[in-house]
């Protein structure tokens, strides 16, 4: 049993887990807890993981190996979508003492109640279909921004994921539960929040004396009608769930800043419909066109997948040009990696591996050519920026409203700061 309290956090994945992991780390700390760094040594170190790829995992076990030389008597914890997926697997690492699906993350402090070190792991999991419960969370590592979980779950089949069987079904929180998170970061100082999900434009929520079901842009209007939240950003949204009128609300809004994430994973309609997205490039483009219409100066970033099966040269070239042709402010890409379990495996031929990484590194290169084209634009501009607190050697960074970064000299009274800012 542990009566020592000391414990250190790592998050590996998405926005959504580090809104999680603060949200454990504040359950740890009304039970006790100090948190210290990752790299020091604590008597509990909890590793929140992602499975989207094999490097998740494979970062989860380097973890792990590392805990044990530095802090070898220390108790080793693994949740997240890793622990979901593969909780055995995970129980026979050396080193691991607890494992915890995804229905029980969130009683992590009666669990380290009960737990020793050596020995067999201790294994808490379900079958994904009973986690129905959705959990508030969100992020206060500093003033600054704050992910805030607002939707988890996916009801979405794509042929190369695990997340539905990591996450479960599709699932969101209240509106007065929102709203008291977004009141408890706007005391904390928080200028700024990203609202977060796993499929966060499928948002829905039917009170219980309610005939209709709220959705996501029935929380935005929410939003910006009852809080003083300076800023929002719309984190990842699936082009499909991306409406008209969720991009003319943050064409005219106040608070919700020129920004979205939208993914599009492959600019092949061969390969849309092997991944089985509920989309094709004609639909994208037209969200693209109306975003640009609407706001010129809006950034749009696009999350774009290499190597997926079956993906030959020509339906590569078809996603680099619709890429590059396109007005998009940046990429992120990644490098397909077979999942256990999807239905993806079963698609040929295979890519090879130098293959998927060298359309990687292209894709990578355009990303670069986007993000300084975008910028360049802006030159001259005045936009408002907010600068976050760390120094990084004599200067301070920040984001504009549409997400370009600038850099400046360190001075302390800008930190925290909405400051108008020549580009």
């Not at 590194?361 to 501009?381: P, T």
């Amino acid at each position: 049993m542990i009566t020592s309290k000391s414990v250190a956090l790592h998050t590996l994945g998405c926005k959504l887990n580090y809104s999680e992991t603060s949200t454990i780390a504040r359950l740890l700390e009304k039970d006790g807890f100090v948190q210290k760094d990752f790299d020091e040594v604590a008597d509990v170190y909890i590793i929140n993981t992602c499975s989207v790829t094999d490097n998740a995992d494979k970062e989860c076990r380097q973890l792990v190996r590392r805990i044990a030389k530095k802090a070898p008597d220390a108790n080793v914890v693994i949740t997240g979508c890793y622990a979901q997926l593969k909780p055995l697997e995970l129980s026979q690492i050396q080193g691991v003492d607890l494992v915890l699906g995804a229905a029980e993350k969130f009683n992590i402090t009666a669990h380290l109640k009960e737990i020793t070190k050596g020995g067999k792991a201790a294994v808490f999991s379900c079958d994904i279909d009973d986690v129905k419960t959705f959990h508030s969370s969100f992020s206060v590592n500093d003033r600054t921004r704050s992910f805030l979980k607002v939707q988890d779950g996916c009801n979405y089949n794509c042929s190369f994921c695990t997340i539905p069987l990591a996450r479960g079904a599709s699932r969101s929180d209240s509106f007065q539960n929102i709203l008291e998170s977004v009141k408890a970061l706007e005391n904390a100082g928080v200028k700024e929040i990203v609202l977060t999900g796993i499929n966060l434009g499928d948002y829905a929520y039917k009170a219980g004396n309610q005939n209709s079901t709220l959705k996501f842009i029935d929380l935005v209007r929410f939003l910006e009608e009852n809080t003083s939240i300076e800023r929002y950003r719309i984190s990842s949204i699936e082009p499909n769930l991306l409406t008209d009128e969720i991009i003319e609300f943050v064409a005219s809004s106040k608070r919700f800043m020129p920004h979205f994430h939208i993914p599009l994973q492959s600019g092949s309609d061969k390969i849309l419909g092997l991944m089985q997205r509920r989309y094709r490039t004609a639909l994208y483009q037209q969200r693209i066109d109306v975003i640009k219409k609407l706001m010129p100066h809006c950034a749009i970033g696009v999350d774009v997948i290499v190597g997926f099966p079956a993906e030959s040269n020509v339906e590569f070239n078809e996603t680099f040009k619709f890429l590059e042709n396109n007005d998009i402010s940046y990429l992120h890409v990644f490098t397909y990696s077979e999942r256990n379990d999807t239905k993806a495996l079963t698609i040929n031929p295979v890519v090879p591996l130098h293959v998927r990484h060298e359309r990687n590194k292209i894709l990578r290169n355009l990303s670069y050519k986007k993000q300084i084209e975008f910028a360049n634009k802006h030159i001259g501009d005045t936009r408002n920026v907010l600068f976050e607190k760390r120094n990084k050697n004599g200067t301070i960074e920040g984001f504009t409203d549409n997400y370009i970064t600038v850099t400046a000299a360190f001075d302390d009274k800008l930190v925290n700061t909405i400051s108008k800012w020549k580009i």
